[in-house]
């Protein structure tokens, strides 16, 4: 079983910047794609970034220009570079491993909560 811990998250202010971390307990960290979900009170779970084992990456519309993902496959660690955050980014965010090969493995975090207001 893999253990993910997130890090990073608190209370900020509109427009100041936080980097959440999530680090993994697998020895095979880079054959995973990896992703930011977040997740407000009463919301479904939504795709913020994900990287893949490549190195490719993608956004939701709502954070492109202002948060960036990238990974650290000998730390075993992704990151979220979280800019100009908006209180409506407010929400859990979890970490997820996936792994597509003869078989499929998905693993998630507990989240780092994110609270954005002033």
């Known amino acids: 079983q893999v253990q993910i811990v997130e890090s990073g998250g608190g209370l900020v202010q509109p427009g100041e910047s936080l980097n959440l971390s999530c680090t993994a307990s697998t020895g095979a960290f880079s054959a995973y794609d990896i992703a930011w979900y977040s997740q407000a009170p009463g919301q479904q779970r939504e795709l913020v970034a994900r990287i893949t084992r490549t190195g490719r990456t993608n956004y939701a519309d709502s954070v492109k220009g202002r948060f960036t993902i990238s990974r650290d496959n000998l730390k075993r660690t992704v990151y979220l570079q979280m800019n100009s955050p908006k209180p409506e980014d407010t929400a859990l965010y979890l970490c997820?491993?996936?792994?597509?090969?003869?078989?499929?493995?998905?693993?998630w975090g507990q989240g780092t909560q994110v609270t954005v207001s002033s």
């Open positions: 997820n491993l996936h792994y597509s090969g003869r078989q499929e493995y998905d693993y």
